[in-house]
């Protein structure tokens, strides 16, 4: 609102009393001039406005202030100067009360003074007579119902004799009445024992004419029946008497019920068998056709048709042989694994027919033209939740926390809960096996599994695999299989068992990575030959020392890595789709919790009864929606409850800059590092095929005739006569080494355009996430800072690198090959390091010599692939060191208890310990 210069401060302070906080009343001030404006004004006409506005506001503000100040001084005063004088007022009204007690007991004195003797005697008298009457009117009552309690079982058989049953009833009820007459005497249980009697003999002489009225629905009989019950207080023996009599032709249809794939009773022989699932709709159907033929006598005959509906569809269900839940236990045990899917018919059966039954209640109600107070009418299922002991995370709206959102279970004002005894009897059998849902999801994706890898085994077993494909073929029916997932979540446990379905979607995924994985790592590479797609590269390589089979190894480990990828692809695509879901599961949450009249979460209050009282209604439940409405509003913070629900959530330029959307966690954790380790194992493979032939020239290293020669005689005259020395040549082994690792890049220039080699490069051997993540965030800004359009540009194909994320980033083909060549040469030299230097037996002054020499060409060569190896580094030190210093280091290292230090091996090797 514009606040013009006539607006008081008072008006200020009353509009800023009616919000709860400042942020929404600044908001409210300043947005209404906003929508006024003219639409085709500059934004420095709007920024100057605000301002304006700003100024004025805070203007008022401190006139309010002054006022506020003012009248607070103002009041304080008067209330210094009204407490002296508030001692003196009350001490006043002490006195004055004195008075007045002194002058009443002065009046009292006075009246009692004024009537005569004669008068108050004769008043005394007729107290007393009036006393005396009362009690004897109260003894002839005592004495009447003395003299009809001796009566009455004499009146209640001769009334019963004569089929008089509502005098009788009526007699009865009048002897009750007078019952509390004997309470707390010796007379009250034989009267009470009589009454219970008489009681017995009237219901027992009417029960044969009731069923028979029952049973030809006879609605007028049944009406003056139930009259009667009702008023010998026996109105729960006559539903039951109506109940067992109207439901006997579904509980047989229940009890005879031929079925294939559950329990039977008492099968019929001449019905063919039939499942359960086929079976329960058609039972459903016969009892709502019961139901509609019932609704009109049940509404003539009891005065509240809606309860006693609900009774009758509960002692029905109770009264069922085998009970539901037998049946439905035994009915999900037939079907073993893809028991879920059945059970889903079975629930969504079940649930119309509840909705069929509230449809049925409806209309009593408004076909009843009783007054609403005398009848039970049951509300809308609108899921109300019922005390639990339990602890559960739902929050009424006077409770609900900023930023949380609420799992709720319904909404209040049910005025009679006796309606949910129907609801909650039918979907109890249910119960179990929604709060198991978790595994029986996880069972039925496992044997979805099962069935494509029979498929795949048929189709494959009489020609080779090509496993990269039949990877991405897997998945592919893998993620078909688990979308259908979601739809059985949502109709199984309507949301409730989102936590649990995520952790069998994580198991299911990861289960089936970590079986690639483990058969990965227990087969040979070289399951199948692949052949280079150009001849023209197999010539520029065809002088790396590889043969057909490393070229086959290579090959096959990169179209793994490919399909990993490409596995992580559409894993990516399946998470967005279930985050989505279970971004609308959790804003349909929020609105029934909202408004539970128009919106529900289950069928009927009470499934939602009871899904909210299970187990299913969690911590984690209540953490995880909270966390996908909080990413899906991007923030990291909790959203407010109002921003959430109204969706005005707005805010400036420079908060949006503060709370930049992040990327959100993966849902799947145990499938991405699943995937991860796969694709470790794929890189590592890799690597080692790469690696092949460099190890293969090591191999004879340690055993070089070289590290045990003696020291040429010549050598020695050269040194004592000061001649110049040139630096050792390396070895033909290293030197071939050396070619082999500058021969690696040329190997990636081949694979330079292949996606697979940028796929979870964090996973590669030595290397460092944090390097590869600056280098990626390097190559981002350069790709997002303005380029000369007019310059020649190098459109080269840019790959993709993943984290933890599911968001990839780009990267380029150079930071990829950079990246794999700085992890080729570190694992080379681990092995060089480890397994090969060590075993060296010893090391005579020549082969120090060369060993050194060695050393520093290859440290040389590593250098120019960016590798920068401190164990290399220490080895060459330590054999380029004097024997002294040596000696030292080793000793030092001894000392210490290091036996197991690099100066101690190479002075061993020297023969210096």
């Known amino acids: 609102?514009?606040?013009?210069?006539?607006?008081?401060?008072?008006?200020?302070?009353?509009?800023?009393?009616?919000?709860?906080?400042?942020?929404?009343?600044?908001?409210?001030?300043?947005?209404?001039?906003?929508?006024?404006?003219?639409?085709?004004?500059?934004?420095?006409?709007?920024?100057?406005?605000?301002?304006?506005?700003?100024?004025?506001?805070?203007?008022?503000?401190?006139?309010?202030?002054?006022?506020?100040?003012?009248?607070?001084?103002?009041?304080?005063?008067?209330?210094?100067?009204?407490?002296?004088?508030?001692?003196?007022?009350?001490?006043?009204?002490?006195?004055?009360?004195?008075?007045?007690?002194?002058?009443?007991?002065?009046?009292?004195?006075?009246?009692?003074?004024?009537?005569?003797?004669?008068?108050?005697?004769?008043?005394?008298?007729?107290?007393?007579?009036?006393?005396?009457?009362?009690?004897?009117?109260?003894?002839r009552e005592v004495l009447q119902e003395a003299?009809?309690?001796?009566?009455?079982?004499?009146?209640?058989?001769?009334?019963?004799?004569?089929?008089?049953?509502?005098?009788?009833?009526?007699?009865?009820?009048?002897?009750?009445?007078?019952?509390?007459?004997?309470?707390?005497?010796?007379?009250?249980?034989?009267?009470?024992?009589?009454?219970?009697?008489?009681?017995?003999?009237?219901?027992?002489?009417?029960?044969?004419?009731?069923?028979?009225?029952?049973?030809?629905?006879?609605?007028?009989?049944?009406?003056?029946?139930?009259?009667?019950?009702?008023?010998?207080?026996?109105?729960?023996?006559?539903?039951?008497?109506?109940?067992?009599s109207r439901r006997t032709s579904i509980v047989a249809m229940w009890q005879s019920a031929s079925l294939s794939d559950s329990d039977n009773s008492s099968p019929d022989m001449n019905a063919p068998p039939q499942s359960f699932a086929d079976f329960l709709p058609k039972f459903y159907t016969s009892f709502i056709t019961l139901l509609n033929a019932e609704r009109g006598s049940i509404s003539s005959i009891f005065p509240d048709p809606s309860v006693t509906l609900s009774h009758f569809i509960s002692s029905t269900f109770s009264a069922l042989q085998p009970t539901f839940s037998q049946r439905l236990s035994s009915f999900a045990s037939h079907h073993g694994e893809t028991a879920l899917s059945h059970l889903v018919d079975a629930l969504r059966a079940t649930e119309e027919f509840a909705t069929g039954v509230w449809k049925i209640m409806e209309k009593m109600n408004y076909s009843d033209s009783r007054p609403p107070r005398q009848q039970a009418v049951p509300e809308r299922p609108s899921g109300h939740r019922r005390?639990?002991?339990?602890?559960?995370?739902?929050?009424?709206p006077g409770q609900q926390r900023p930023g949380s959102i609420a799992v709720p279970g319904g909404g209040p004002g049910d005025l009679n809960l006796e309606n949910l005894e129907w609801d909650q009897e039918l979907f109890q059998p249910f119960l179990d096996a929604q709060v198991d849902y978790a595994s029986l999801e996880r069972r039925f994706l496992d044997q979805a599994l099962l069935d494509i890898i029979s498929s795949d085994t048929r189709e494959t077993s009489q020609q080779s695999v090509d496993q990269p494909r039949l990877f991405r073929e897997r998945a592919v029916d893998l993620v078909g299989a688990a979308e259908g997932s979601m739809a059985r979540c949502k109709a199984f446990t309507h949301g409730y068992g989102l936590?649990?379905?995520?952790?069998?979607?994580?198991?299911?995924?990861?289960?089936?990575?970590?079986?690639?994985?483990?058969?990965?790592?227990?087969?040979?590479?070289?399951?199948?030959?692949?052949?280079?797609?150009?001849?023209?590269?197999?010539?520029?390589l065809a002088d790396l020392d590889y043969?057909?089979?490393?070229?086959?190894?290579?090959?096959?480990?990169?179209?793994?890595?490919?399909?990993?990828?490409?596995?992580?692809?559409?894993?990516?695509?399946?998470?967005?789709?279930?985050?989505?879901?279970?971004?609308?599961?959790?804003?349909?949450?929020?609105?029934?919790?909202?408004?539970?009249?128009?919106?529900?979460?289950?069928?009927?209050?009470?499934?939602?009864?009871?899904?909210?009282?299970?187990?299913?209604?969690?911590?984690?439940?209540?953490?995880?929606?909270?966390?996908?409405?909080?990413?899906?509003?991007?923030?990291?913070?909790?959203?407010?409850?109002?921003?959430?629900?109204?969706?005005?959530?707005?805010t400036n330029p420079t908060q949006q800059q503060q709370q930049q959307p992040a990327t959100p966690e993966s849902l799947l954790v145990e499938t991405r590092k699943s995937l991860s380790t796969f694709a470790k194992i794929c890189q590592v493979s890799t690597q080692r095929t790469i690696l092949l032939p460099l190890r293969n020239h090591l191999a004879s290293y340690p055993s070089l005739s070289i590290w045990s020669a003696r020291e040429d005689p010549k050598k020695s005259l050269a040194t004592e006569l000061q001649i110049p020395t040139f630096s050792l040549s390396p070895t033909d082994t290293v030197q071939r080494i050396a070619e082999g690792l500058l021969n690696l890049p040329r190997l990636f220039e081949v694979y330079a355009d292949d996606d697979a080699l940028a796929f979870s490069l964090q996973t590669l051997p030595y290397v460092d996430p944090e390097m590869l993540k600056n280098a990626v965030e390097q190559q981002q800004q350069h790709l997002d800072a303005p380029v000369n359009a007019t310059q020649p540009g190098h459109h080269r194909r840019s790959s993709t690198v993943t984290f933890s994320k599911p968001a990839p980033i780009p990267i380029d083909p150079e930071v990829v090959s950079s990246t794999w060549l700085i992890s080729l040469g570190h694992t080379f030299l681990n092995h060089l390091t480890t397994n090969v230097l060590p075993f060296i037996p010893s090391l005579s002054a020549p082969g120090v010599a060369q060993l050194g020499s060695d050393l520093e060409y290859l440290s040389n060569?590593?250098?120019?692939?960016?590798?920068?190896?401190?164990?290399?580094?220490?080895?060459?030190?330590?054999?380029?060191?004097?024997?002294?210093d040596l000696r030292r280091d080793a000793q030092e290292a001894a000392s210490d208890g290091k036996s197991d230090l690099i100066p101690l091996r190479v002075a061993k090797m020297r023969g210096l310990l």
């Open 499 to 540: 936590v649990g379905l995520i952790q069998a979607l994580d198991g299911f995924f990861s289960s089936f990575i970590d079986t690639w994985t483990v058969e990965l790592e227990s087969k040979p590479a070289a399951a199948q030959s692949y052949k280079f797609d150009s001849a023209e590269s197999e010539l520029e």
């Open 147 to 244: 003299e009809s309690w001796s009566t009455l079982e004499m009146e209640v058989t001769s009334l019963i004799g004569e089929r008089s049953y509502a005098k009788a009833a009526e007699r009865l009820s009048e002897a009750n009445k007078s019952m509390i007459v004997f309470q707390n005497t010796p007379e009250y249980d034989p009267r009470r024992a009589l009454m219970v009697n008489l009681q017995n003999q009237l219901e027992a002489s009417l029960s044969s004419a009731l069923v028979s009225a029952i049973n030809s629905q006879d609605v007028a009989v049944c009406k003056e029946y139930f009259s009667i019950f009702s008023i010998i207080q026996r109105e729960s023996e006559f539903r039951n008497y109506y109940n067992a």
């Open 1 to 139: 609102m514009a606040i013009s210069s006539s607006s008081s401060s008072t008006k200020l302070v009353e509009s800023l009393e009616q919000y709860d906080d400042a942020i929404s009343w600044i908001n409210d001030t300043l947005s209404a001039p906003e929508s006024t404006n003219d639409l085709s004004g500059t934004s420095s006409t709007d920024l100057t406005e605000l301002d304006q506005y700003i100024t004025q506001l805070l203007t008022s503000l401190d006139i309010a202030c002054e006022d506020t100040s003012a009248q607070l001084e103002r009041i304080i005063d008067d209330v210094s100067r009204s407490v002296p004088r508030l001692t003196y007022d009350l001490h006043f009204m002490k006195d004055g009360a004195l008075t007045l007690q002194t002058s009443l007991v002065d009046v009292l004195k006075k009246s009692k003074e004024a009537v005569p003797p004669e008068t108050s005697t004769a008043l005394d008298n007729l107290h007393h007579l009036d006393t005396i009457k009362t009690r004897m009117e109260a003894a």
């Open 547 to 650: 043969s057909a089979k490393d070229w086959s190894d290579i090959q096959l480990s990169l179209h793994l890595l490919a399909s990993a990828r490409t596995v992580s692809d559409r894993l990516n695509i399946f998470e967005a789709k279930l985050r989505s879901y279970l971004s609308q599961i959790a804003s349909h949450f929020r609105l029934a919790q909202t408004d539970p009249q128009n919106f529900t979460i289950a069928a009927t209050k009470g499934e939602t009864q009871l899904l909210e009282q299970s187990t299913l209604n969690s911590a984690e439940l209540f953490t995880l929606l909270s966390t996908v409405e909080q990413d899906a509003h991007g923030l990291s913070t909790p959203l407010p409850l109002s921003a959430l629900h109204s969706g005005s959530f707005r």
């Open 387 to 396: 005390r639990s002991s339990r602890m559960s995370i739902s929050w009424r």
């Open 861 to 884: 060569i590593v250098r120019a692939l960016n590798v920068e190896n401190e164990v290399l580094e220490v080895w060459r030190v330590a054999v380029n060191s004097e024997p002294a």
